[in-house]
């Protein structure tokens, strides 16, 4: 699916369709198991599996997560694989070599598979951002599967840090231990912080894969207020339109 490139403070943002569909596997639970409290139109979650593409003034490019992976990634036993990350950036004009930076919002496997493929790096020349707490509290198999064969290319950081002038990540823990969103003027990428409409209507309505769903709920009230005080605007993970006006 085809969505149009926004700029925001003189950062364009293209929008990258990694896959669509529903969650398969063990992992599959209705509704109102996954959200409980909250009101549910839809008998199923059909989930957008949305990577993003920044694009400064100079030229440089960052881009936030790197989808499902491929048809042998650790994403292909409950979510569409293999994802189309390389061809919607070929659509973009931007070959992987190009990419100056890769944001990984979390280690969870539909937003950090696209990293490694085949045991190489697939952006070969980025610097890959992770916070602290998520290197620290991967799994063994994720570290091997994504963290090690980056090798130099990870930089750490914890808490607040520029990717670029203008673009930058902040902490927001709760969903996993070092969950990251990406800040660019008043647009907030927000990973899987806000998974669900449902989640704007009540923020405090719990997901169950959350780590933390306390902190998750917490967070989440914080980023969308602070949001919609700026009059803002957050870029999704998983719903069917990635840019959503906080109002």
């Known amino acids: 699916m085809r969505h149009e490139p926004r700029i925001v403070a003189g950062v364009e943002v293209f929008p ?12 599959w639970r209705p509704l109102p198991e996954l959200f409980p409290g ?11 599996f949305h990577c993003y593409l ?13 989808g499902v992976g491929p048809e042998d990634s650790p994403a292909a036993s409950w979510a569409p694989a293999p994802g189309a990350l390389g061809a919607e950036l070929t659509r973009v004009g931007v070959t992987p070599e190009e990419v100056d930076a890769v944001v990984i919002t979390h280690l969870h496997s ?3 598979s696209g990293a490694v493929v085949g045991g190489v790096p697939a952006f070969p020349n980025a610097r890959h951002l992770l916070q602290r707490a998520e290197v620290d509290t991967a799994s063994e198999a994720v570290l091997d599967h994504v963290v ?16 670029l002038p203008g673009i930058r990540v902040l902490h927001a823990p709760g969903h996993t231990p070092g969950h ?20 704007l209507a009540d923020p405090k309505v719990p997901y ?17 207020e602070r949001v919609r005080a700026e009059n803002g605007l957050i870029a999704t ?3 069917a339109e990635p840019f959503t006006p906080v109002r």
Request: proline content about 5%.
């Open 180 to 199: 990251q969103v990406v800040q660019v003027g008043e647009l907030t990428l927000t990973g899987d912080v806000v998974l669900h409409p449902v989640q």
């Open 110 to 112: 539909d937003h950090a």
């Open 237 to 239: 993970a998983h719903f």
């Open 16 to 27: 990258l369709c990694d896959a669509v569909g529903p969650m398969g596997g063990d992992v």
């Open 148 to 163: 090690r064969p980056l090798g130099e290319r990870v930089r750490v950081v914890d808490g607040p840090a520029e990717v």
């Open 208 to 224: 169950l894969y959350d780590a933390d769903p306390e902190q998750a709920a917490a967070t989440r009230v914080e980023l969308l």
């Open 38 to 48: 909250g009101v549910h139109e839809d008998a199923e979650w059909i989930l957008h």
């Open 54 to 66: 920044l694009r400064d003034a100079a030229g440089r490019t960052v881009l936030v997560d790197t």
